[in-house]
C-alpha cells in the first residue's frame, strides 16, 4: 500500500490564486519531501520538512506537517501558469522514497 | 555541475521485445535508484544500488527485469521480454552518501516506456 497520497488529485485555479496540496501517510517519518513534476520532464525537489518541523517556507511555497494526524499540505501562493505540474508527496519509511499518486495541477492564465 | 541524465527519452516497442534503459547518476554520487510511474498511479520504487552492489531490489516486479551498474558508474535497466503493463515512466535518481543528511535524491527527467 502507498505510504504517501495526496488529494486533491487535481486542481484548477487562475493565475494569482493560491493552491493547496494535501498529503497523508501511514507510517512514522523523519521528514517528509514535496517534488514537483513539469509534463515530459523529471522530478524536482522541492522543500523537506523534518518531523520536528511544523511549518516551512520558501519562496512562493509554504508547508505544514502534522505528524500526530500524519499529515502535510503544500501552499503555493500567487500561483503562475509555469506551476503548472503534478505535485507529489513522499516519504522514506526505509532507505528509499516512498511516493503518493500526486495532485495534478493546473494554472491558467 | 551536470545532472543526472538518462537516455532514450521516449522509447516505443512491440510485446516482447527487448529494451535497455540507461541511467548516467551525477559524479561522485554512490547511490543510484530506478522508480517507475505506471499510468495514473504512484511512483514505486524498483530498485537502488550502493555503488555496484544492489542494496535493495525488493521493488523489481518479476524477472524481466535485470538492473546493473558496472563499475558503480551508469546504471543499466533491461526489460526482457516486455509486456504491455511494463509502459509507464522510468526514473534514476542518484544521491550522494548513506549519511542522514544526504536526503536528497536528485532525478533524471525519466524515460517513457510504450509498449504496444
Known amino acids: 500500500s502507498q505510504q504517501g497520497e495526496e488529494d486533491p488529485q487535481a486542481l484548477s485555479i487562475q493565475e494569482g490564486e493560491n493552491a493547496t496540496m494535501n498529503c497523508s501517510y501511514k507510517?512514522?517519518?523523519?521528514?517528509l519531501q514535496w517534488y514537483r513534476q513539469n509534463s515530459g520532464r523529471g522530478l524536482v525537489h522541492l522543500i523537506l520538512?523534518?518531523?520536528?518541523?511544523r511549518e516551512k517556507h520558501s519562496g512562493r511555497l509554504r508547508v505544514t506537517l502534522d505528524t500526530s494526524k500524519k499529515s502535510s499540505s503544500l501552499l503555493i501562493t500567487a500561483s503562475r501558469a509555469a506551476d503548472t505540474a503534478s505535485y507529489f508527496c513522499?516519504?522514506?519509511?526505509?532507505?528509499?522514497?516512498?511516493f503518493g499518486k500526486g495532485t495534478m495541477l493546473l494554472v491558467s492564465p | 555541475e551536470a545532472g543526472v541524465t538518462q537516455f532514450p527519452s521516449h522509447s516505443v516497442i512491440e510485446k516482447g521485445q527487448t529494451v535497455t534503459l540507461r541511467c548516467d547518476p551525477i559524479?561522485?554520487?554512490?547511490?543510484l535508484y530506478w522508480y517507475r510511474r505506471v499510468m495514473g498511479k504512484e511512483i514505486k520504487f524498483l530498485l537502488h544500488?550502493?555503488?555496484?552492489?544492489?542494496?535493495?531490489e525488493s521493488g523489481m516486479p518479476n524477472n524481466r527485469f535485470l538492473a546493473e551498474r558496472t563499475g558503480g558508474t551508469y546504471s543499466t535497466l533491461k526489460v526482457q521480454p516486455a509486456e504491455l503493463e511494463d509502459s509507464g515512466v522510468y526514473f534514476c535518481?542518484?544521491?550522494?552518501?548513506?549519511?542522514?543528511?544526504?536526503?536528497?535524491?536528485?532525478f533524471g527527467p525519466g524515460t517513457r516506456l510504450t509498449v504496444t
Open positions: 535518481a542518484s544521491s550522494h552518501g548513506l549519511t542522514s543528511s544526504s536526503y536528497e535524491q536528485y
Open positions: 507510517t512514522s517519518i523523519n521528514n
Open positions: 520538512i523534518r518531523s520536528n518541523e
Open positions: 513522499a516519504t522514506k519509511p526505509t532507505s528509499t522514497l516512498t
Open positions: 559524479s561522485g554520487h554512490d547511490n
Open positions: 544500488f550502493v555503488k555496484e552492489s544492489k542494496q535493495d
